[in-house]
C-alpha cells in the first residue's frame, strides 16, 4: 500500500517508516505537521492515510483538521487516527462525514505490529479499526436515535466488535457463541437500521456509522 504518515515525534515517526517499510508497503510522506500534511494528501491521493491527531504548533488538532480538509478535496480518503488520548469529539467528527475507511486507535494500546498493520490494511479496504475505549466513550455521549434504540443487547455488543473491525469469526470467537448466532445478529442490525442490500456499500461500516455517529 501507498501510506502517508503524519507524527511529529521523531523516533517514532522513523520507527513507523521502517516497520511499514519491512511489510512491503510505501511511505509516500512521512510528516510532522498538519499543514505538509495536506498537502501530501491531496497532491500523493495515498492508499491510507496515518495521523496523530495532535500536531504542531499548537498539538491540539491539526493532525485532524488536514484530513477533514482533505477529505473535502479527496472524497472517501481512508484514515486512521492515532491519539495518545481518548478524544470523542474528533472521533466523531472524522466520522461525521460518513465515508468509508475510517479508524481510531490509542497509541499506549497498540503493543502488537500485526494487529497494527491489520488495522492499516482494514481500513484501507473500506473498513473500521476502531480501539472498543473510544467506542464506549462514543456510545456515552447522548442517547441512540429510535433505530439504535431498538437494538438488543446482544446486538449492540455484536456491533461494538464490529466496530473494532472484526470478522464473524473473530466475533463468535470473543463472544463465546457460534458463527451462525453472530450472522443472525448481524442480519436483525442491518434490518433494524433499514441498511437493505446494495452493490456499492458496505453495510458493515454503514452500521458502524449509524451507532457510532449520532
Known amino acids: 500500500m501507498r501510506i502517508a504518515l503524519a507524527e511529529d515525534h521523531f523516533l517514532l515517526r522513523d520507527g513507523l517508516i521502517r516497520l511499514l517499510g519491512a511489510h512491503g508497503h510505501e511511505v509516500v510522506a512521512a510528516v510532522d505537521n498538519g499543514t505538509e500534511l495536506l498537502d501530501a494528501l ?3 491521493r495515498p492508499d491510507v492515510a496515518v495521523v496523530d491527531v ?5 498539538f491540539t488538532d491539526e493532525g485532524l483538521r488536514a484530513v477533514l480538509a ?3 478535496r479527496v472524497p472517501d480518503l481512508p484514515v486512521l487516527l492515532l491519539s495518545q488520548y481518548v478524544e470523542p469529539l474528533y472521533a466523531r ?6 465515508g468509508r475507511g475510517v479508524g481510531y486507535l490509542l497509541k499506549d494500546r497498540v503493543t502488537n505490529g500485526g494487529h497494527f498493520l491489520d488495522a492499516i490494511r482494514r481500513v484501507a479496504e473500506g473498513g473500521t479499526a476502531m480501539d472498543p475505549e473510544v467506542i464506549s466513550k462514543l456510545l456515552l455521549r447522548k442517547e441512540r436515535d429510535e433505530a439504535v434504540g431498538s437494538l438488543s443487547d446482544r446486538e449492540r455488543e455484536v ?3 464490529v466496530a473494532q473491525g472484526r470478522s464473524n469469526a473473530g ?10 448466532a453472530v450472522a443472525k445478529h448481524i ?5 433494524k437500521l433499514g441498511l437493505l442490500p446494495t ?3 458496505n453495510r458493515r461500516v454503514l452500521a458502524v456509522l449509524a451507532y457510532l455517529d449520532q
Do not use: C, H, M, Y
Open 42 to 44: 491531496v497532491e500523493r
Open 187 to 191: 442480519g436483525n442490525i442491518f434490518t
Open 159 to 161: 456491533l461494538e466488535w
Open 54 to 58: 495532535r500536531l504542531p504548533p499548537t
Open 171 to 180: 466475533i463468535a470467537q470473543g463472544l463465546f457463541i457460534s458463527e451462525k
Open 70 to 72: 482533505a477529505r473535502e
Open 93 to 98: 467528527e472524522l466520522l461525521a462525514g460518513g
Open 199 to 201: 452493490d456499492g456499500d
